[in-house]
Each structure stands twice: as structure tokens, then as C-alpha cells.
């Protein structure tokens, strides 16, 4: 099965400094998605970058996408103690919209 | 606009027990998933639903797990009997029909069997 494998795992970083956590997949996709999981909550999405879209950008996140290498990175600019979660790259599979995820990374972000 | 519900919030249960969750989607929204995240883990995809119909359920252990949406709205997720390696967050999320469409979650439920 089609699952996202983020990289690095886990990563500790000073307020305002940037974290950028990289994503790789197997197989062609139609878009790639990074989502948020606060300890104890439900994931909430932060961005969703189109196969024919090389960079996007939302309020201090930049996610980019290179197909030819199936890999993704997310940026988080000027990290704030509130960035401090787990971020998962997810991608649908072709066909049936399966939305698998990988394994996560674990970002704390120390006042 | 309302978002994904799920019943209960935690779940405490005796090995080879039954428990069952729920789920009620967005409202319009065709798709919805059930995953299961153990800690320190990603979501796994249980079960995936377009409308009231099976998309998806290879990784649904059948022999103790089984799920259902009736009327292609609510959702419920039931194990029976339940083992102690399913103590994990039991994800429910909807998706509006459409590949580059985002998924809502809702606040999962965490189970602990003991």
C-alpha cells in the first residue's frame, strides 16, 4: 500500500527557528497533504499541494513537491511553542481516494 | 460548519469485551474513513466508506472488527472481542467527494483494553 514516510522523525528546535521535516512516496499521486496532530486531538490539515504544483505557501508554512524524486518538504518559518505537534504527510491513492499516512514527526518547539 | 463528531471520547474495556464508537460526518460529505492510530504511530486506515458502500477494508481485522453506515451518514465501528493490542485512538474522518479534497477528523475516541 501507497504510504508517506516522513524524515526526520523527531525534531527539537528554539522558538523562531524554521523546522522543515521531509516526506517521501512510492507511487504516482495526484496531490500530497500535510496535516497537524496536537498530543491528544484529532489531525487537522494545514496544506494540500497539487501534483502539477512545485510550492505553496500558508501563512508561515511552505510545502514543496518534487514528483520526479516523490518526495515532499514541509517548512514551518518562525516556529512558536504552539507549533509543537506531529506532522503527517498523507497522499490518495488514484481511483478510490484511500488517503494513507506516514509515520509522523515529532516536532517540539522549546520556549 | 459542524464538524466531525465522535462518541466517546475514551473507552476503558476488559479483554474480550465488545465496544462500539460512532461517527457522525460532515454533513455532504460522501467519504468518510475509519483509522486506528497506536502511540507514537501514524493512522492506519481501517475502513473506508463512499456513501453507505465499502471503497476500502483490507486492513479491517473482519474477524473481530466489522463497521457500518447506514444511510450513507453516521458511521459506527465495533469490536468484539476485543484484544489488548487494540488499545489505540480510534480516528473518524469525512472528505467531500473529489481527489483534491481535504479529510476533517474528529477528536477520536481512545481506547484502553485491559
Known amino acids: 500500500s501507497q504510504q508517506g514516510e516522513e524524515d526526520p522523525q523527531a525534531l527539537s528546535i528554539q522558538e523562531g527557528e524554521n523546522a522543515t521535516m521531509n516526506c517521501s512516496y512510492k507511487t504516482s499521486i495526484n496531490n500530497l497533504q500535510w496535516y497537524r496532530q496536537n498530543s491528544g486531538r484529532g489531525l487537522v490539515h494545514l496544506i494540500l499541494i497539487r501534483s502539477n504544483e512545485r510550492e505553496k505557501h500558508s501563512g508561515r508554512l511552505r510545502v514543496t513537491l518534487d514528483t520526479s524524486k516523490k518526495s515532499s518538504s514541509l517548512l514551518i518559518t518562525a516556529s512558536r511553542a504552539a507549533d509543537t505537534a506531529s506532522y503527517f504527510c498523507a497522499t490518495p491513492l488514484y481511483g478510490n481516494n484511500r488517503l494513507a499516512f506516514g509515520k509522523g514527526n515529532q516536532v517540539v518547539v522549546i520556549p | 460548519e459542524a464538524g466531525v463528531a465522535q462518541s466517546p471520547r475514551y473507552k476503558i474495556i476488559e479483554k474480550r469485551q465488545s465496544v462500539a464508537f460512532w461517527c457522525n460526518p460532515i454533513?455532504?460529505?460522501?467519504?468518510l474513513y475509519w483509522y486506528q492510530q497506536i502511540l507514537g504511530q501514524g493512522p492506519k486506515l481501517l475502513i473506508q466508506?463512499?456513501?453507505?458502500?465499502?471503497?476500502?477494508d483490507s486492513q479491517l481485522p473482519k474477524d473481530r472488527f466489522s463497521a457500518e453506515r447506514l444511510k450513507g451518514v453516521d458511521s459506527t465501528l465495533k469490536i468484539q472481542p476485543a484484544k489488548l493490542e487494540d488499545s489505540a485512538v480510534y480516528l473518524c474522518?469525512?472528505?467531500?467527494?473529489?481527489?483534491?479534497?481535504?479529510?476533517?477528523f474528529g477528536q477520536g475516541t481512545r481506547l484502553t483494553v485491559v
Open positions: 474522518a469525512s472528505r467531500r467527494t473529489g481527489f483534491n479534497t481535504e479529510a476533517f
Open positions: 466508506f463512499q456513501n453507505n458502500g465499502v471503497v476500502d
Open positions: 454533513s455532504g460529505h460522501a467519504t
